[in-house]
């Protein structure tokens, strides 16, 4: 298993901390197994193992379960009588009236909780109303670009890894499959598509129209990183197809994808006027490789915007508010504002060699007359400091934790 510091560090910092731990995330990120790698972390830390208690909603064995409070009596025999207690619930929305399994749980003063779910439907529901103030989210992501070269230690350079980055899954599962049988991984990516189109999306909402709903998420993937509205996917989509949707539908679809965790909106910030944007969005995809199973992709074409894809995972990783920053003739990639009232700006490019190109890139940056720190990242390997902005190699920066 590839060890994923960020989050086992969260963890950590939140031990025994009197608050609800919720996992987030899309299906198959790696939920399950960071919570069994904190699992043994608590057991190399001194916990006893009767101390540990996990369930899997998902497993076959608690189809029993069909209501709450037997859940929780299962819970409780069946762990100590005193000492802190950690219980481990995976996929609890499955269950029906999960939110008052988790709020008896939570009120036990010597409960230690971890939850997930792979749909925000977990934390929009009753939970979220019931819980307000009393948990934490952490949204689990697939592998950053530092856990996969992890997974393919010593085999290639860093280089040639991140070429391999930007054109494929990054799924754990996804990963592990490339390296012994690359030949699957499409057949792989397909199922956990459709089962999180179908499943969580589909047959969560009773929707019928799914061929309306699959043209939204091409117009999505094929447009990453640009700014567009509901009116513009529904405009476009009516020119295309040349039948009407209406915007309000195309806002419904674009809710259900966030929630499913497929697709990532991005708010608009204006930096003069320090104000939140509300009518257009940018949307990233928490994939590349769902993305390249649906779209004919071609490994040298479009890697700008992967590579934006790229970076805006990686700034979520490493913690803050991320929005995309309009000026008032230019844009910035990505502002991220931190706790402490402190912020950043990222331009990201995937060259910027010729002088035309970094003159452009850097334009939106030097019109921001604050001293907050101001980053360009390229795939170039000239790192600099430009006018107090530093050009940095993004492989540098995606490994620099690591190294």
Same mark, same amino acid.
């Given at each position: 298993?590839?060890?994923?510091?960020?989050?086992?560090?969260?963890?950590?910092?939140?031990?025994? !901390?009197?608050?609800?731990?919720?996992?987030?995330?899309?299906?198959?990120?790696?939920?399950?197994?960071?919570?069994?790698?904190?699992?043994?972390?608590?057991?190399?830390?001194?916990?006893?193992?009767?101390?540990?208690?996990?369930?899997? #909603?998902?497993?076959?064995?608690?189809?029993?379960?069909?209501?709450?409070?037997?859940?929780?009596?299962?819970?409780? %025999?069946?762990?100590?009588?005193?000492?802190?207690?950690?219980?481990?619930?995976?996929?609890?929305? /499955?269950?029906?009236?999960?939110?008052?399994?988790?709020?008896? $749980?939570?009120?036990?003063?010597?409960?230690?909780?971890?939850?997930?779910?792979?749909?925000?439907?977990?934390?929009?529901?009753?939970?979220?109303?019931?819980?307000?103030?009393?948990?934490?989210?952490?949204?689990?992501?697939?592998?950053?670009?530092?856990?996969?070269?992890?997974?393919?230690?010593?085999?290639?350079?860093?280089?040639?890894? #991140?070429?391999?980055?930007?054109?494929?899954?990054?799924?754990?599962?996804?990963?592990?499959?490339?390296?012994?049988?690359?030949?699957?991984?499409?057949?792989?990516?397909?199922?956990?598509?459709?089962?999180?189109?179908?499943? =969580?999306?589909?047959?969560?909402?009773?929707? &019928?129209?799914?061929?309306?709903?699959?043209?939204?998420?091409? #117009?999505?993937?094929?447009?990453?990183?640009?700014? @567009?509205?509901?009116?513009? /996917?529904?405009?476009?989509?009516?020119?295309?197809?040349?039948? &009407? @949707?209406?915007?309000?539908?195309?806002?419904?679809?674009?809710? #259900?994808?966030?929630?499913?965790?497929?697709?990532?909106?991005?708010?608009?910030?204006?930096?003069?006027?320090? &104000? /939140?944007?509300?009518?257009?969005?940018?949307?990233?995809?928490?994939? $590349?490789?769902?993305?390249?199973?649906? !779209?004919?992709?071609?490994?040298?074409? =479009? $890697?700008?915007?992967?590579?934006?894809?790229?970076?805006?995972?990686?700034?979520?990783? &490493?913690?803050?508010?991320?929005?995309?920053?309009?000026?008032?003739?230019?844009?910035?990639?990505?502002?991220?504002?931190?706790?402490?009232?402190?912020?950043?700006?990222?331009?990201?490019?995937? %060259?910027?060699?010729?002088?035309?190109?970094?003159?452009?890139? $850097?334009?939106?940056?030097?019109? @921001?007359? =604050?001293?907050?720190?101001?980053?360009?990242?390229?795939?170039?390997?000239?790192?600099?400091?430009? =006018?107090? @902005? !530093?050009?940095?190699?993004?492989?540098?920066?995606?490994?620099?934790?690591?190294?």
């Amino acid at each position: 298993m590839i060890e994923r510091k960020v989050y086992i560090n969260q963890l950590i910092n939140l031990k025994d !901390q009197h608050l609800i731990k919720v996992l987030t995330g899309i299906r198959r990120c790696g939920k399950s197994t960071l919570m069994q790698m904190f699992r043994e972390y608590l057991l190399s830390d001194g916990v006893a193992k009767e101390q540990i208690f996990s369930l899997n #909603f998902e497993e076959r064995e608690t189809s029993q379960f069909n209501r709450w409070e037997d859940v929780y009596d299962h819970i409780m %025999t069946s762990l100590p009588k005193s000492g802190m207690r950690y219980v481990f619930l995976d996929e609890v929305q /499955i269950l029906p009236q999960f939110e008052k399994l988790v709020d008896a $749980l939570f009120v036990k003063q010597d409960v230690d909780l971890y939850i997930t779910g792979s749909n925000a439907f977990l934390l929009s529901s009753e939970l979220g109303t019931l819980l307000s103030g009393r948990y934490i989210a952490i949204n689990v992501h697939p592998f950053s670009f530092a856990e996969y070269v992890s997974a393919f230690e010593g085999h290639t350079s860093e280089d040639r890894l #991140f070429r391999r980055y930007l054109n494929s899954s990054c799924f754990p599962e996804a990963v592990n499959l490339d390296k012994t049988s690359p030949d699957m991984v499409g057949s792989y990516l397909r199922a956990l598509y459709e089962t999180v189109v179908v499943k =969580d999306i589909v047959g969560r909402n009773h929707l &019928r129209k799914f061929d309306t709903l699959q043209r939204v998420v091409d #117009f999505l993937f094929d447009s990453v990183g640009s700014i @567009i509205s509901p009116n513009n /996917i529904a405009d476009e989509l009516a020119r295309l197809t040349k039948t &009407r @949707i209406s915007h309000n539908t195309v806002q419904k679809y674009l809710r #259900f994808f966030a929630e499913s965790f497929l697709i990532y909106p991005v708010q608009l910030y204006n930096i003069k006027g320090r &104000r /939140i944007l509300a009518s257009n969005y940018k949307y990233y995809v928490v994939d $590349l490789g769902l993305r390249n199973i649906l !779209q004919s992709n071609n490994p040298d074409a =479009d $890697l700008g915007h992967k590579l934006e894809n790229v970076v805006y995972f990686e700034l979520l990783r &490493r913690g803050g508010t991320v929005y995309a920053g309009r000026t008032e003739s230019n844009e910035v990639d990505f502002i991220v504002m931190k706790a402490g009232g402190g912020r950043e700006y990222y331009q990201v490019a995937y %060259t910027a060699n010729d002088e035309k190109t970094m003159n452009r890139e $850097l334009s939106s940056l030097r019109k @921001i007359r =604050d001293t907050y720190p101001k980053y360009l990242l390229t795939t170039d390997f000239d790192n600099a400091n430009i =006018d107090g @902005i !530093q050009k940095i190699n993004v492989i540098d920066w995606l490994l620099a934790e690591k190294k």
